[in-house]
């Protein structure tokens, strides 16, 4: 691998924002680490992008992903930029009838993914001197919303985490940020709002390059900042 070549870990790298995320960085060069827990679905996305390494693990098992990731940045030697894209969705219950269930998969999911994930790569920044965190969070975690409150506490956690990150490690020359999209025009979504508008939403490839930018050089000087990504809503 060429000394020059940055390396870039995706978590959620075979969904639809991750496809988007990975061939943005893949034009610009990088080296991919692509992580999902959905081998197939990896590999199926993985054909048009060169050399990337692909990691098959369930960001919810903290001892399976230090393990893979481990494996992984030992074989790249290095690791300059983290984009946590993986996360999920669930809605329809309000506050007072929300299911333990449905709680601890949204917390999980969308907030102790994140610490998972940063106990495996945090350490080689931290060594390296250097090193770029973008996590994915929403504007649904800005405020709360009418049956999904398990959601929007999970992003919001996310988001604090994020700042926190940001706090510890901004002397350390590692930057953390989150863009907060709203939502994404992809065929899941059109499919569940078939009335909606979707030239309203914001294209994966669009929210791409803004992560793209928060993981470049330019992007230096931005700690803990929290970006809305909106598209024309």
Known sequence: MSADRPVVLIT????????AVAAHFAQQGARLLLLDRDAKALQAHAGALGDA????????????????VDAALAKAGRVQVLCHLAGG???????????????????NLNAASFIHVAAAVVPRMLAQGSGRI??????????GGAQMGAYSASKSALMRLVESMSAELRDDGVNVNAVLPSTLDTPANRAAMPDADPAR????AALAEVIGFLASDAARAIHGALIPVFGRV
């Open 134 to 143: 973008v996590a994915v969070g929403a504007g649904g975690g800005l405020k």
């Open 89 to 107: 969705f669930h809605m329809g219950e309000p506050v007072h009838a929300t299911p333990a269930s449905a709680w601890d998969f949204m917390m």
């Open 201 to 204: 939403w914001v294209a994966p």
């Open 53 to 68: 390494a692909l990691i098959e693990a369930d960001l919810l098992n903290r001892e399976q992903v230090a393990a893979r």
């Open 12 to 19: 959620g790298a075979a969904g639809q924002l991750g496809t």
